[in-house]
């Protein structure tokens, strides 16, 4: 049988699935934010009429995939698998969204790449005939998130320049075997990367090793340059992020600065909603691709675009027990033809 990996770690899909639906949900500051017009819902109440924020993420992941399959035309019972996940222990947010939908379901955590590694398992999953449908989805919400990973924000904690803002919002995509584009044709699952970061308040110098890594690994295996793509975008490395990004290609000789953006400086303006280094969680990136990329995409704003989301592999626990918080990034590339 003939193998569809490439060089080290790249999966060349034979058959890409097509992105046949998208649609995202988001909170009150991601729509005050500069793309407002690329959301599908946006909340003024950030309980999304829920009794938690634990509540409200999850009905903001469910409403997401929703309104993805009225785009795609397909309803729940149509998908063969369902890949979500989210920033909570347990994914509960995922979970519970899932329940009562009776879709064969798979919980993943892969922190802000949730949704990188979500597309990644679902395109590679119908590239070789098991299925012919696949839901993506992934969520985080401030509240929760503030609530698990720092303090509850009653407690009205000082937030470093270097901190992001977790986005409250969900971003879903059904994938189809067949189908007019855009299509994944290629997944570069990453490596785990650990420069020894301890600062939680610090995710995007915690995370830009391993979107480096994978990226060039990306650039190896496929033997693509970055001017092939007309979009390279990491999730959700920020200011700090982007920047210690730039100057590790630099090194190699490679200016990926006309090419490359972040899912975390794009939802938000920097300084006007005062987001410190920029968005985070994997709502971040989920809803900013599900939105603005792929409809730009659509539009031929653009022809190919690498999706690389980025997570930081920690929790409460490892963070108490004074461990480095360990990096993955999945790149996706996303083309509007096979």
Request: aromatic residues 8%.
């Amino acid at each position: 049988m003939e193998t569809k990996k490439i060089g080290a770690q790249t999966a060349a899909l034979a058959n890409p699935p097509t992105i046949a639906g998208h649609a995202n949900v988001v909170g009150k500051k991601e729509g005050d934010g500069p793309l407002a017009n690329s959301f599908d819902f946006i909340s003024q109440d950030d309980t999304f009429g829920q009794a938690s924020w634990e509540k409200a993420e999850s009905s903001m992941q469910k409403q997401a995939l929703s309104l993805a399959l009225d785009k795609a035309g397909r309803s729940a019972g149509n998908l063969d698998w369902l890949f979500a996940g989210d920033l909570l222990n347990q994914c509960i947010s995922s979970s519970y969204a899932a329940r009562g939908q009776a879709i064969p379901f798979f919980g993943l955590y892969g922190a802000c790449s949730t949704m990188g590694e979500g597309l990644a398992l679902a395109a590679m999953t119908l590239d070789g005939g098991f299925g012919e449908w696949a839901g993506v989805c992934a969520s985080s919400h401030f509240c929760s998130a503030e609530r698990q990973y720092r303090t509850p924000l009653e407690y009205g904690g000082q937030r470093t320049p270097t901190a992001q803002w977790t986005v409250t919002g969900a971003g879903a995509a059904v994938l189809a075997r067949e189908g007019p584009g855009p299509y994944i044709t290629h997944v570069t699952p990453g490596k785990i990367v650990d420069k020894g970061i301890k600062d939680a308040n610090n995710m995007g110098a915690a995370m830009t090793p391993a979107a480096y890594e994978t990226i060039k690994a990306h650039f190896r295996d496929t033997g693509r340059t970055p001017d092939f793509y007309d979009l390279i975008l990491t999730g959700d490395l920020g200011k700090l992020g982007r920047e210690l990004l730039l100057e590790l290609f630099s090194m190699d000789g490679v200016d990926l600065s006309e090419r490359h953006n972040d899912c975390g400086l794009l939802i938000y303006d920097l300084e006007g909603q005062d987001v410190h280094s920029g968005g985070s969680g994997c709502g971040c990136c989920a809803s900013v691709l599900t939105g603005y990329i792929l409809n730009g995409m659509r539009e031929g704003r653009w022809q190919n675009v690498l999706f690389c989301p980025t997570g930081a592999l920690h929790s409460p626990t490892s963070l108490c027990q004074g461990e480095s918080i360990p990096g993955v990034c999945h790149a996706i590339a996303i083309a509007n033809t096979k």
